[in-house]
C-alpha cells in the first residue's frame, strides 16, 4: 500500500480520455486506423505543462511547435507508449512513459501536443 506521501502526491485536476489504436482490417484499409477509447468513459489525471523552452525545431523545412505536460494517473494494467491522450480538446501522444509510481499507485507520462508553427490560415 502507498505511504501518505505518495498519496498526497496525486491532485487530480483534469478529466481525460485514453486511447489506443485500432487497425483497419479491410483489405485496403492499410493506413486508415482509428482511435478508441480504453476506458468507459473519463478518468481523473492530474496534468501538469511543463515550463516553456524551447519548444519549436525545425524538421524537413515544417517549423513544428510542440506542448509537453505530465500526466499522472491511478495505476491500470496494460497501458503503452502507443496510446494518447485528450484532455479539453488537445491531442496528446505519450512520449515517454509508463513510469510506476509507488507499488501500483500511480502511473506517469510524458505527453505532448504536436502543431505546426506559424499562422494557420
Known amino acids: 500500500m502507498a505511504?501518505?506521501?505518495?498519496?498526497?502526491?496525486?491532485?487530480?485536476?483534469?478529466?481525460?480520455?485514453?486511447?489506443?489504436?485500432?487497425?483497419?482490417?479491410t483489405f485496403g484499409g492499410a493506413g486508415r486506423g482509428k482511435w478508441v477509447s480504453v476506458t468507459s468513459g473519463k478518468i481523473w489525471a492530474e496534468v501538469r505543462d511543463t515550463l516553456p523552452s524551447r519548444g519549436e525545431n525545425l524538421s524537413e523545412g515544417l517549423t513544428i511547435a510542440k506542448r509537453p505536460a505530465r500526466i499522472r494517473i491511478r495505476y491500470r494494467p496494460g497501458l503503452t507508449a502507443r496510446m494518447r491522450f485528450i484532455v479539453d480538446g488537445r491531442v496528446l501522444q505519450i512520449v515517454a512513459g509508463p513510469a510506476e509510481i509507488g507499488r501500483r499507485y500511480l502511473i506517469e507520462f510524458m505527453a505532448e501536443e504536436t502543431t505546426p508553427a506559424g499562422n494557420p490560415a
Open 3 to 25: 505511504g501518505k506521501d505518495q498519496r498526497a502526491a496525486f491532485r487530480p485536476n483534469k478529466r481525460v480520455q485514453l486511447e489506443q489504436p485500432e487497425a483497419d482490417k
